[in-house]
T-cell receptor
Framework: AQSVTQPDIHITVSEGASLELRCNYS??????LFWYVQSPGQGLQLLLK??????LVQGIKGFEAEFKRSQSSFNLRKPSVHWSDAAEYFC???????????FGRGTSLIVHP | DAGVIQSPRHEVTEMGQEVTLRCKPI?????LFWYRQTMMRGLELLIY????????DSGMPEDRFSAKMPNASFSTLKIQPSEPRDSAVYFC???????????????FGPGTRLTVL
């Protein structure tokens, strides 16, 4: 069975600092990987996704993520965080003929001015 | 496109009442998902439809919950009777099932915040 672990429930960074949100997955084959962002009072929105090809994926809002098969990780990064990035971030995994993704519990990002 | 549309955005009801949540997916999408989000349990998949057919309803909590998708442009989630523990934000999401071996991007609606008193 596929599973996703987001080890950090909360992360606090200062505006302008770099950011890395961790995501580890458990899956037997090549995974389909996603990062979504949820702003307060809104639904989830796709930041980026990885199916195959280049393991460094660029997304919207200046985010990127790197697929590392050897570490079963798909960490999300941003070089300089803006106050508007404060939100909940979800990692998700799927594949193997199933169209149902498994979501992690989410990481809440707090940005200090 | 207007995106996924959900109604109502907020619903306050009393225990024992029937609640119906509505969803209009993005035109052309053939997969629809209903999720429930709470602080305690996070984001839970309730039911997944493909081409209007329920494929996986293992996440539906109990017989009080039912979902229908009578056509490609409309789905409902009904709770009867409602209980205080059903209070949550309910999301509908739609996607296209492509030729790949895994899920594609899900497009989420704004959610319905349900409060059962």
């Amino acid at each position: 069975a596929q599973s996703v672990t987001q080890p950090d429930i909360h992360i606090t960074v200062s505006e302008g600092a770099s950011l890395e949100l961790r995501c580890n997955y458990s899956y037997g084959a090549t995974p389909y990987l996603f990062w979504y962002v949820q702003s307060p009072g809104q639904g989830l929105q796709l930041l980026l996704k990885y199916f195959s090809g280049d393991t460094l994926v660029q997304g919207i809002k200046g985010f990127e993520a790197e697929f590392k098969r050897s570490q079963s990780s798909f960490n999300l990064r941003k070089p300089s965080v803006h106050w508007s990035d404060a939100a909940e971030y979800f990692c998700a995994v799927g594949g193997g003929g199933s169209y149902i993704p498994t979501f992690g519990r989410g990481t809440s990002l707090i940005v200090h001015p | 496109d207007a995106g996924v549309i959900q109604s109502p955005r907020h619903e306050v009801t009393e225990m024992g009442q029937e609640v119906t949540l509505r969803c209009k997916p993005i035109s052309g999408h053939n997969s629809l998902f209903w999720y429930r989000q709470t602080m305690m349990r996070g984001l839970e998949l309730l039911i997944y439809f493909n081409n209007n057919v329920p494929i996986d309803d293992s996440g539906m909590p109990e017989d009080r919950f039912s979902a229908k998708m009578p056509n490609a442009s409309f789905s409902t989630l009904k709770i009867q009777p409602s209980e205080p523990r059903d209070s949550a934000v309910y999301f509908c999401a739609s996607s296209s099932t492509g030729t790949g071996q895994g899920p594609d991007t899900q497009y989420f609606g704004p959610g319905t915040r349900l409060t059962v008193l």
